[in-house]
């Protein structure tokens, strides 16, 4: 095979998504199964957490803790270094999606105000700060999904799936957001879950038009990795951080009890050029 080659890593699982580089495995969460999933680049895996919730995101703290959204309850979770689970922040609502948290330990967490059926709104940010209360730091975005944080810790990157772009804010020293603009304006694009690498740019995974790709602030189209299914995350790691590690899965719809078609969740590798920088 190719160096440039999709190569499945882990296939037979459900909805997959939050895909996570730490140490030396992947981690990622099998939202049909409920469970939080750590994969060795040799395929073995085991389930180190899990949470009955629907979305089921990660976002690993700097001091090598994992945070878990558990969405129904309205709970930031913390697995703690012994494996144990206890409460990191009360959300105060359930409808909670994506988490990202920044190289201080600001935990960023993403939903919406209410959901029925395929009918979403307003989606918003809230901040779980290192010290003090959760807060909405930004509103009005009509499905934010992955988020990821540049790695100087200045500027985190939303991805509205159903607006079509990618949506940056500052990051002020308190946490709080500000100076929200387009980072990219992606057209029909859908995009879930990202990650930024070394040169700034943003990879995005994208369900209905069923790829990964590579955009430069503005929007440039840098590279694509095509897939035969919907791409719902990716985020870049392995030794040198230069593999791209894709959560993927036959997308049925939101109506349909199982979403996605049962063991139809892959988690596939590409080698790229540039590695990962930032969080995730």
């Not at 009360?90 to 330990?105: H, I, M, Q």
């Not at 040169?199 to 602030?217: K, L, Q, S, T």
């Not at 694509?224 to 040198?240: E, H, M, Q, S, Y």
Request: aromatic fraction near 8%.
């Amino acid at each position: 095979m190719g160096m440039n080659e999709l190569r499945t890593l882990l296939d037979g699982r459900g909805l997959v998504e939050s895909p996570r580089w730490h140490g030396d495995r992947l981690y990622f969460s099998d939202w049909s199964a409920g469970e939080v999933v750590a994969v060795g680049l040799d395929g073995a895996s085991e389930v180190i957490a899990r949470v009955k919730s629907l979305p089921l995101c990660t976002a690993w703290l700097p001091d090598g803790r994992l945070v878990i959204v558990s969405a129904t309850d309205g709970l930031l979770l913390r697995r703690e270094h012994d494996g144990s689970l206890t409460t990191h922040a009360d959300l105060g609502r359930p409808g909670w999606n994506d988490v990202v948290a920044d190289g201080r330990g600001n935990v960023y967490v993403n939903g919406f105000e209410s959901i029925s059926g395929e009918d979403f709104g307003p989606g918003s940010v809230f901040l779980a700060p290192v010290d003090g209360p959760v807060r909405q730091v930004a509103g009005d975005i009509t499905f934010p999904n992955g988020m990821a944080v540049t790695p100087d810790n200045s500027t985190l990157i939303v991805a509205d799936s159903y607006g079509g772009a990618l949506l940056a804010f500052d990051i002020g020293a308190d946490g709080g957001l500000s100076g929200r603009r387009v980072w990219a304006d992606l057209g029909e694009a859908a995009p879930d879950g990202i990650c930024v690498d070394a040169e700034n740019a943003v990879w995005y995974a994208d369900v209905p038009n069923r790829h990964c790709v590579r955009v430069a602030e503005g929007g440039t189209v840098l590279r694509t990795v095509d897939l035969d299914r919907g791409g719902f995350a990716c985020t870049l790691g392995g030794p040198d951080g230069t593999t791209l590690f894709i959560t993927a899965a036959e997308w049925r719809g939101m109506t349909d009890p199982d979403m996605v078609t049962p063991r139809s969740g892959q988690v596939l590798t590409i080698q790229v050029d540039v590695p990962g920088a930032g969080w995730p």
